[in-house]
């Protein structure tokens, strides 16, 4: 970590910021405090965003956004490369940079922080926060539109309860069964469930649709919304931020649910939840009853898409979380 981050707060005047930010959604929105303290530290800041082609719907609707920069990953890393054309020719206030990339030790500025050696020890929240020394760690937050508002009000309207479910993830190691969340949709809101007149929102990526397929089949339709055949990044966050719970595995939805502030409970195994937990005071997580270490040393050996590995994660110990 740069030690000239100590003088960032001593800047005037318009600022001119780089932001090179993550591929992943879960952790673009892990180190989106940052964006936020920027905004509120400089009120004429005028910042660029480089990250994932993914994300880029979560730059829309941040305030003083000049220009987004999407980073395509391409062999032997030279989307670095082309990120470096892309802003070599300007002279940057301050460029954070959350890769630790060529770019921002070539690239002409006058401050720089970059995250260089994570501790393993600290939540990733925590761990971004470091990159520019503040403590607290900001939240992370999620900026949503006018017109994403709009349309969640339609689906969820005032009053509605709605619990969302997100099956999916990366990788398979720690996706929970859908045959579990499936048992656990219909003890929700069964007659004598915590939530008998509730709805359940499935949420996530249409190609997440047909390992999701065993909720559909058990759900009845009335008491259904589908958040996964047609529903875009941003309309989707829209209607979480108007849930009543959330329930999902280790991905960037769940860390999504945290940040709008919905009451978000994360299900973990072979990843740490000490790092990865949903940042928030309505956050709770679930671990499988195998420990993490163990888990997180079979999927070294065998592989994230080859099974598996939150089985032992147990239906009753999140049913007693969502009460």
Known sequence: MEQEINEIQYLEGPMKALLIGNTRIGDFILSSGLIAHLLDTYPDLRLTIA??????????????????????????????LDLWHEVRDTHWDMIIDLRNSFVSRFARKK????LIRPTGKLHKVEEYARVMGLSPAPNPKVWIGDEHRAFAREIIPDGMKVIGIGPGASHLFKRWPAENFAELCEKLIATNGPYPYAKIAIIGSSNELRPAKAIFDRIPDNRLIDLMSNTDL??????????????GNDHGL??????????????????????????????????????????????????????????????????????
């Open 51 to 80: 990250c994932g082609y993914i994300c880029e719907p979560l730059t829309r609707h941040i305030p003083r956004v000049e220009r987004v920069i999407p980073i395509y990953k391409k062999p032997l890393n030279k989307h670095w």
């Open 111 to 114: 401050k720089v922080c970059r």
């Open 234 to 247: 941003m309309h989707a966050a829209a209607a979480i931020e108007r849930m009543t719970l959330y329930i």
């Open 254 to 323: 769940t860390h999504m649910s945290a940040a709008l502030g919905t009451r978000t409970i994360g299900l973990f195994g072979p990843t740490s939840p000490a790092l990865y937990q949903p940042w928030g005071e309505k956050c709770s997580y679930v671990s499988s009853d195998r420990s993490q270490g163990e888990l997180a040393a079979i999927e070294k050996r065998i592989g994230r898409d080859t099974e598996c590995l939150m089985d032992e994660l147990r239906l009753h110990a999140v049913l007693t979380q969502a009460q």
